[in-house]
């Protein structure tokens, strides 16, 4: 009998859609399903003990063979409303930010665009976990996911992450794709990407599952979040694998 494939997944609301459709597919009985932190699964799968995972993009680069498998992901064309960095004074004020230390792919976004889209030397601070508590003044944070679409009334100044990279580059933001290390067959590829699809057609029955009073999930999942990786997509994810 095959050993199953070993699939890792992050549970935060913009992979909910995503984790859905294989969960409620006939491919659930025939792989291995791992939730956990994507610095986590990037290891697992630099070292093999995964085959697959729902990765932010910037963990290619230290993976033999990194491969992106099927048509869906995590980007967005403008506004994302869950990558952003967050101020009380304007950018132009600011002096020091914190660097969400969740998502490797979104610190090296805030990296780039402060040096070539604001053109503007700052200081980066390591994040503790309560780092949002210390924004203020002309100090800003990055902040990403569930805990940014939390934030989004909370402070004078939010900026944009995908917005700002599409204003740079005319380009899309791919913030997280499905990785393997190995090559996968053609018929698991279909069968994943068929799962994948379920889930985003069943989004009203996934925003009933996750009750989140803070945002509208609905446009999250429809104008916000775009699963689906077309050309302009991947274009967007070169032009960024470039800068790392």
Known sequence: ?????????????????????????????????????????????????????????AAMKDIDNATIIGD????????????????????????????????????????????????KEVVYLEATENYIDYIHDTQAGVIIGDRALKQLHNFNYVYDL??????????????????????????????FNNANAYGLQHLDEVIDLYPFPYYDLKKYYTQNIHYYLDDKKHEGLQQFLKTL
């Open 162 to 191: 995908a917005t700002a990279w599409k204003d740079h580059t005319s380009l899309p933001f791919v913030f997280a794709a499905w990785i393997s290390n190995k090559p996968l067959s053609n018929d698991f590829i279909t069968e």
């Open 1 to 57: 009998m095959a050993s199953k494939i070993k699939v890792g997944a992050v549970s935060y609301l913009n992979t909910k859609p995503l984790l859905y459709g294989i969960e409620h597919s006939s491919l659930i009985n025939e792989i291995d399903l791992i939730v956990d932190y994507p610095s986590n699964l990037a290891k697992l799968l630099s070292v093999g003990e995964i085959d697959l995972a729902l990765l932010p993009v």
């Open 72 to 119: 869906y992901g995590i980007a967005a064309d403008g506004d994302v409303a869950s990558v952003c960095i967050f101020s009380q004074v304007p950018i132009e004020e600011v002096t020091s930010v914190y660097l969400d230390y969740q998502s490797r792919t979104s610190v090296k976004l805030a990296e780039y665009l402060f040096k070539h889209f604001w053109k």
